[in-house]
T-cell receptor
Framework: GQNIDQPTEMTATEGAIVQINCTYQTSGFNGLFWYQQHAGEAPTFLSYNVLDGLEEKGRFSSFLSRSKGYSYLLLKELQMKDSASYLCAVREHNQGGKLIFGQGTELSVKP | KAGVTQTPRYLIKTRGQQVTLSCSPISGHRSVSWYQQTPGQGLQFLFEYFSETQRNKGNFPGRFSGRQFSNSRSEMNVSTLELGDSALYLC???WGQGGTEAFFGQGTRLTVV
């Protein structure tokens, strides 16, 4: 079966760097997605990793290690607007576009 | 380029009724997936449609069904509504089943009373 774990909550300071971890167990890995979701809004696509390594996109970076079943999302130069829920989702082989989501990490950015 | 459009945005229904939700994917995208989001269960996969065919189905009862039209627009239907069906229903659009991006619509907030 599938299992995706993320911390439930994190707090960080404006201007700082925060790393949100995600560990997963799947039958056949075929990609990992990160989404940002503000309260009452739809999830917004942030990044996609399928090969090991770091993908950088502006202030956001995402890392994947397939052998460890591990990913992290790195947010730099935190801004108040980064306060949101961050969702890790995994796609498996032979499952088409189906995504299995973790419960999300609620990030609070304090001044 | 227009994003994923879901209608209606909000809906209130009574138990036992049925409801139909609509999703128009990004132009050129052929895969539409539906998810249910609740505070307790998070985001859970309902089903996926590609080229008018259901390609995958989650663990939901048969009261939940869907379809996709030739223009890739998709609808999902929930019959005999229960209080527990109250949730945010989201659809995700991607170019293909193995796409590197999947974009969500704003969702339909369904409240069953």
């Amino acid at each position: 079966g599938q299992n995706i774990d993320q911390p439930t909550e994190m707090t960080a300071t404006e201007g700082a760097i925060v790393q949100i971890n995600c560990t997963y167990q799947t039958s056949g890995f075929n990609g990992l997605f990160w989404y940002q979701q503000h309260a009452g809004e739809a999830p917004t696509f942030l990044s996609y990793n399928v090969l090991d390594g770091l993908e950088e996109k502006g202030r956001f970076s995402s890392f994947l290690s397939r052998s460890k079943g591990y990913s992290y999302l790195l947010l730099k130069e935190l801004q108040m607007k980064d306060s949101a829920s961050y969702l890790c989702a995994v796609r498996e082989h032979n499952q088409g576009g189906k995504l299995i989501f973790g419960q999300g990490t609620e990030l609070s950015v304090k001044p | 380029k227009a994003g994923v459009t879901q209608t209606p945005r909000y809906l209130i229904k009574t138990r036992g009724q049925q409801v139909t939700l609509s999703c128009s994917p990004i132009s050129g995208h052929r895969s539409v997936s539906w998810y249910q989001q609740t505070p307790g269960q998070g985001l859970q996969f309902l089903f996926e449609y590609f080229s008018e065919t259901q390609r995958n189905k989650g663990n939901f009862p048969g009261r939940f069904s869907g379809r996709q039209f030739s223009n890739s627009r998709s609808e999902m239907n929930v019959s005999t509504l229960e209080l527990g069906d109250s949730a945010l229903y989201l659809c995700a659009s991607s170019w293909g089943q193995g796409g590197t991006e999947a974009f969500f619509g704003q969702g339909t907030r369904l409240t069953v009373v």
